[in-house]
T-cell receptor, first 114, second 114 residues
């Protein structure tokens, strides 16, 4: 059974600081997604990572994927208050091919303090 | 504008009632999904459909039913057999065979049992 674990579950950080959210998964997959959710809202797609060593950046967020370690990271650079949200990683069940069936992590609630 | 719509936004159900949540997409996506989100938790897959007139159970299908008679529509019925239906319900869609297979989410329906 595929399990997806994120840590930390809650992250309080000051504006201007850097931090990393980790996403570990238990079985082979080469397709990982990061989403953002604002309170009471739906999910917004941030990144799609398709292969080992994939790195994508958008603004102050950078995501990477290490399929051998079964680990993805979401790095936040010089945090600003607007980044406050819950961040989810999700892994495709496919194990080498896409199934379109995703398993979500429990989410990381990020609170950026002024 | 292309997108996914869900209705209603808020829904209140009495004990023993069946209710149906609507999900419509005009993205020409083949695959559609229903997820449930409980407070402070990640998303769990209820049902998914890769093509019209076909659907599969997800991880928590008990007490729910779906139909997929049209490509654009994937309604979810929460039956009286679902003992704890209060949650936030999210519908998503994706291309079935695409490089990214990225899932895009609707705005959600918040269901409360009175």
């Amino acid at each position: 059974e595929l399990k997806v674990e994120q840590n930390p579950l809650f992250l309080s950080m000051q504006e201007g600081k850097n931090y990393t959210i980790y996403c570990n998964y238990s079985t082979t997959s080469d397709r990982l997604y990061w989403y953002r959710q604002d309170p009471g809202k739906s999910l917004e797609s941030l990144f799609v990572l398709l292969s080992n060593g994939a790195v994508k950046q958008e603004g102050r967020l950078m995501a990477s994927l290490d399929t051998k370690a079964r680990l993805s990271t979401l790095h936040i650079t010089a945090a600003v208050h607007d980044l406050s949200a819950t961040y989810f990683c999700a892994v495709d069940m496919g194990g080498g091919g896409a199934t379109n069936k995703l398993i979500f992590g429990t989410g990381t609630l990020l609170a950026v303090q002024p | 504008d292309g997108g996914i719509t869900q209705s209603p936004k808020y829904l209140f159900r009495k004990e023993g009632q069946n209710v149906t949540l609507s999900c419509e997409q005009n993205l020409n996506h083949d695959a559609m999904y229903w997820y449930r989100q409980d407070p402070g938790q990640g998303l769990r897959l209820i049902y998914y459909s890769q093509i019209v007139n076909d659907f599969q159970k997800g991880d928590i299908a008990e007490g729910y039913s779906v139909s997929r008679e049209k490509k654009e529509s994937f309604p979810l019925t929460v039956t009286s057999a679902q003992k704890n239906p209060t949650a936030f319900y999210l519908c998503a869609s994706s291309m079935r065979q695409a490089v990214y297979n990225e899932q895009f989410f609707g705005p959600g329906t918040r269901l409360t049992v009175l």
